[in-house]
């Protein structure tokens, strides 16, 4: 499992007590910190908004989970870490989040309508995906999209 911007470790350590192993990154780690040593995890400490190459080009998981995070230039890279038969998690903001709670005040930091099943398109396939206005206890606007890589399909030869 990809945890992306990990925070304090919420969904690490959920897919951690399943037995998964977990690569756990964002620019600061100290919400994993005490998970360090743990077999299975791997924590990288990386600020993914810098411009620099994702860090983990090249590298593919079984699953990434996104959550509360948005930085676009990367998006394509996480869709792409998806390995064949994995799964794309991915909740965050979506437009109209400020109105209901004031915040972000910045909207590069809101997703646009349709915009995860844009990221998506033609590279896997979408199982679930919301853009919804949540209510009381917690009002949100929110996307969110669970997504799989599946494996090419063979071409049957024409009998005959």
Do not use: K
Not at 7 to 18: M, N, S
Not at 37 to 58: K, N
Not at 91 to 105: D, K, L, N, V, W
Request: proline share 9%.
């Amino acid at each position: 499992m990809l945890d992306v911007a990990c925070g304090g470790g919420r969904h690490t350590r959920l897919f951690l007590g399943r037995g998964h192993p977990v690569v756990a990154v964002d620019a600061d780690v100290a919400g994993v910190a005490d998970l360090e040593g743990t077999p299975g995890l791997e924590i990288v400490e990386a600020d993914l908004e810098t411009g620099e190459p994702f860090p983990f080009a090249g590298r593919s998981f079984g699953g990434d989970v996104v959550t509360n995070y948005l930085h676009r230039p990367i998006l394509p890279a996480i869709v792409e870490a998806v390995a064949t038969g994995g799964a794309l998690l991915y909740e965050t903001f979506a437009r109209g989040h400020a109105e209901i709670i004031g915040r972000p005040f910045n909207p590069d930091f809101l997703l646009l309508p349709g915009e995860l099943l844009e990221a998506v398109r033609g590279r896997l396939r979408v199982v679930a995906y919301e853009d919804v206005v949540c209510g009381p206890p917690t009002p949100a606007a929110l996307q969110r999209i669970a997504a799989v890589r599946e494996a090419p399909s063979a071409v049957a030869a024409p009998a005959g």
